[in-house]
């Protein structure tokens, strides 16, 4: 499974982006998926995920009320639409896929990764 992020740039404060991860020749409703973001100096943290089948999802405290994680399976996609953004969320965001039916955050649990999209919000 090879997946692909893109939709990554440089915008103000405030501003938003929609994040995209794509896959080809496997059907991404199979996977749960996980969006991932990691700045310079820091941890990876987990953003959002959403599961396979019930499109259970959950976030991180300091994406709860600005993102939001949806499916398009006829596209075979999963968005991450950013909204009000942040300088502190500026990072190189991943998606990543499972074979699991339960949504999670740990990137333990992934062992499909994208190469990452640049986030940058900057004035």
């Known amino acids: 499974l090879q997946l692909v992020e893109s939709g990554g740039g440089l915008v103000q404060p405030g501003e938003s982006l929609r994040l995209s991860c794509t896959a080809s020749?496997?059907?991404?409703?199979?996977?749960?998926i996980g969006w991932f973001r990691q700045a310079p100096g820091k941890e990876r943290e987990g953003v959002s995920c959403?599961?396979?089948?019930?499109?259970?999802?959950n976030y991180a405290d300091s994406a709860k009320g600005r993102f939001t994680i949806s499916r398009d399976n006829a596209e075979n996609a999963v968005y991450l639409q950013m909204n009000r953004l942040k300088p502190e969320d500026t990072a190189v965001y991943y998606c990543?896929?499972?074979?699991?039916?339960?949504?999670?955050?740990?990137?333990?649990?992934?062992?499909?990764w994208g190469q990452g999209t640049q986030v940058t919000v900057s004035s």
């Open positions: 020749g496997f059907p991404l409703n199979y996977y749960t």
């Open positions: 990543a896929a499972a074979l699991a039916s339960e949504c999670s955050r740990s990137d333990e649990y992934y062992p499909y």
């Open positions: 959403i599961s396979r089948f019930l499109g259970r999802f």
